[in-house]
């Protein structure tokens, strides 16, 4: 079981810095539509 948990929480904090890593490209990107990083950072997120 604590193999499982940890293989999880390896597996998400790697996600969330695909994401971050994601999302920071995005807003150098689009920086002059901000509406836009917002869409795309609440898809990132679900």
């Known amino acids: 079981m604590k193999l499982v948990n940890l293989l999880l929480s390896s597996t998400t904090s790697f996600l969330q810095m695909v994401g971050n890593r994601q999302k920071a490209k995005t807003c ?3 920086y ?3 509406e836009v990083p917002k869409e795309l950072t609440q898809e990132l997120e679900k």
Do not use: Q, R, S
């Open 28 to 30: 150098t990107v689009l």
């Open 32 to 34: 002059d539509e901000p």
